[in-house]
């Protein structure tokens, strides 16, 4: 057998994070029980952990900057997920697939859309948003005056199509950083969201 992959770089200690860091990475510990190791991975260069997740949570948070999306936070999740697949990034398929499944209480939905989104349990409005979306992952040359008119047809607006562009586009950086750099996804991600929580006994 193969061993295991292991970064190529070394995470920084929590406790040896800039404050306001350090402040994030424990906020996100308490809500989710783990630590993603993105969160620890970037915080290498703390400037650009910084840059990097303003703008994450200006298109995936967009309340966060004051700004409402058409998208709800299943259709932003589809997006990442999706064409994080077609980018062959194992972490954000297996991150984001599972809150993708959090998201929709769907269990399936994550590995439908990594692999056919027009096979997906998903309606013809996201299947269309998917559709841009890979076209913007894989030819963005080639996205013309008739793309967006399709997504108009689906109730999209201009604005719903720059989220869409624009977190296809954040995502492909990711993507990249995440497979260069050996980043794996966290054990706990795998089984997120597979099936509905045991209901405490009465």
């Not at 989104?117 to 269309?128: F, V, Y």
């Not at 080639?142 to 047809?153: I, M, P």
């Not at 990249?176 to 089984?191: I, Q």
Request: contains cysteine.
């Amino acid at each position: 057998m193969s061993t295991p992959p292991t970064p190529r770089y070394q995470a920084p200690e929590i406790n040896d994070l800039p404050d306001d860091i350090k402040a994030k990475v424990l906020e996100v510990q308490e809500k989710a029980g783990f630590v993603p190791n993105v969160f620890l991975a970037f915080a290498r260069r703390p400037a650009e952990w910084r840059a990097f997740f303003a703008y994450h949570d200006a298109l995936m948070v967009p309340e966060s900057v004051g700004r409402e999306s058409g998208l709800t936070k299943g259709e932003r999740e589809m997006i990442v997920t999706t064409t994080s697949a077609s980018n062959h990034c194992l972490y954000c398929v297996v991150a984001h697939g599972a809150i993708l499944r959090i998201y929709e209480k769907k269990p399936l939905v994550a590995d439908q859309v990594a692999i056919n989104h027009r096979k997906a349990d998903i309606s013809p409005r996201q299947c269309a948003m998917l559709d841009f979306a890979l076209k913007v992952c894989n030819h963005s040359d080639q996205v013309e005056d008739a793309d967006f008119a399709a997504l108009h047809a689906h109730g999209f607006n201009d604005e719903d199509i720059w989220d869409i562009a624009a977190i296809t586009a954040f995502f492909g950086l990711s993507n990249r950083m995440a497979s260069f750099s050996g980043m794996m996804p966290n054990p706990e991600f795998y089984l997120m969201g597979r099936a509905p929580k045991a209901k405490p006994a009465a």
